[in-house]
């Protein structure tokens, strides 16, 4: 059995990094087919930066990207799957601590923490905790207690070097030289350090995927586990996502959530493909594409170890290949449930015009905007040029009443021999046709448009209404 987990923590909007660790987590899970399970783990230990608001908007963002979970806050075992529900259990494994003597209250003060980091700090140490109540007799402890002091609760290290396994970077081991973190704050509620390791146990979590910024919290989670002999999941730590300057990715740097990617239209197989390629090196070539194949190519132990470049022009090649395999049929339906009058076109016509704008505008939104002109009304045949154009306009729409058949080829070699014949030039014809047609100045092949567009539609923009008669 392979059950994996993604825990966000519900306190900003889901960006290329979290995205990717969902990614590698789903499709570990997926890969293992009837014995695979995904997870869904909402770690909203800070009560102060959690926002509901942000969890149902995650997981927006993971369905849209087609990585939906087993077990989460909707679905699956009928136990919460928040942190902030699940104090009763972290309750339970503190008494277990306790008893095991793995743990011990500490009653220094914020003030003194905060002097003994400036001091540690201005000595160029890191700073770390003292052990300072870790020796404190046992009668002064229940004597501070009795009183009504509320401690918290701090882990006793163990003075031995944390080992274990990384999936992605071999054999990790630690100096236990870290300090004795808090595992439960004077409230009684457990640190997501502790918190985690608690789920993780309970919630059978086999692998643990997530950025190697998380190592050294995995060497005090380790040593957890070791205090409460409980098995540790095992771990692969995905390097950081560095932006084009070689930068931590940040909302500065270019980290953009998935959310605006959706909005200006890309494809969630799209988003996919790029994420899978940010560190995973399949063993073959694929073609990344379905979730499907990648879940069945995708193992952990392919994840390199050097930091990938987040690169926006290569999330643009993916989501041009997305929309090529899409197809200008499929993509006619969304343009028609976008704006119904799609569907009132010739679809040959229409398709073979959004086949020759791919290219160039490679979403949704940005294809329905080239493909606006369709729908241009008056304004686009009037002004300056008209005037200069009308020598030979009425003449131009009265040829378009006997072009048959109605298609690209005949349009075009009927246009150029009028062309040729009133001695007039490419740009001084072709030019204010397509102004008049669409309104703007450049566009899809102008013969195309007029095949699209229909006898009538065509005539009326040349000539005004009158062209229809
Ligand atoms: N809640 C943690 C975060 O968002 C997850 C850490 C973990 O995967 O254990 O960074």
């Known amino acids: 059995m392979i059950r994996t987990r993604f825990a966000p923590s519900p306190t900003g909007e889901l960006h290329i990094g ?20 995904f997870v869904l783990r909402i770690d909203d230990t800070d009560a102060e930066r959690s926002r509901v608001e942000y969890e149902r908007r995650l997981m927006e963002e993971l369905l849209w990207l087609g990585l939906d979970w087993d077990e989460g ?12 529900e699940r104090g009763l259990f972290y309750d339970g494994a503190l008494s277990n601590l306790r ?27 890191p700073p770390r905790y003292d052990g300072l109540c870790r020796s404190l007799p046992r009668d002064e402890v229940e004597r501070r207690m009795a009183g009504g002091e509320r401690p918290c609760w701090r882990f006793a290290l163990p003075q031995k070097t944390i080992a274990f396994h ?111 390629t940010l560190s995973w090196v399949p063993s073959g070539p694929l073609s990344l594409f379905s979730l499907k194949e990648m879940a069945a190519a995708f193992s952990p132990a392919r994840i390199a170890t050097s930091s990938p470049v987040h690169d926006e022009a290569h999330l643009v090649h993916h989501q041009r290949e997305a929309m090529r395999r899409l197809g200008s049929g499929a993509i006619l339906e969304r343009l028609t449930a976008l704006d119904p009058r799609f569907g009132k076109f010739e679809p040959a016509g229409i398709r073979l015009l959004i086949g020759d704008l791919l290219e160039e505008y490679w979403t949704l939104p940005l294809l329905q905007d080239a493909l606006s002109p369709l729908f241009a009304g008056p304004s686009a045949w009037a002004g300056e040029l008209r005037k200069s154009s009308e020598p030979w306009l009425s003449d131009a729409g009265e040829i378009l009443r006997s072009v048959e058949p109605w298609n690209e080829e005949t349009l075009d070699k009927r246009l150029r021999g009028f062309m040729k014949e009133r001695g007039l030039r490419g740009r001084d014809f072709f030019h204010p046709l397509r102004l008049f047609l669409t309104g703007r100045e450049s566009g899809p092949p102008l013969t195309l448009l007029m095949r699209v567009l229909g006898r009538d539609e065509t005539r009326t923009r040349l000539e005004g209404p009158k062209g229809r008669e």
Not at 105 to 125: D, M, T, V, Y
Not at 247 to 272: F, H, N, V
């Open 18 to 37: 979290g995205a990717r660790t969902a990614l590698f987590n789903f499709l570990f899970a997926r890969g293992a087919g009837a014995e695979g399970r």
């Open 73 to 84: 806050p909707d679905r699956g075992l009928s136990i919460s799957y928040r942190q902030s």
């Open 99 to 125: 008893a095991r003597a793995a743990v011990y209250p500490c009653f220094c003060s914020e003030e003194r923490l905060a002097a003994l980091r400036k001091e540690q700090l201005a000595r160029g140490e």
């Open 166 to 276: 990384d999936m992605v970077r071999g054999d990790l081991s630690f100096a236990p030289d870290m300090g004795d973190f808090v595992v439960a704050r004077s409230d009684g509620q457990a640190t997501y350090l502790f918190a985690s390791v608690v789920d993780d146990h309970l919630m059978e979590i086999t692998h643990v995927i997530r950025g190697d910024e998380h190592v050294p919290n995995t060497a005090r989670q380790q040593a957890l586990f070791d205090a409460l002999s409980w098995r540790s999941p095992v771990y692969a730590h995905i390097p950081m996502i560095l932006s084009g300057d070689h930068q931590k990715l940040s909302k500065r740097t270019g980290s953009t959530p998935i959310r605006r990617y959706r909005e200006e239209g890309y494809l969630p197989e799209a988003l996919c493909a790029y994420l899978s």
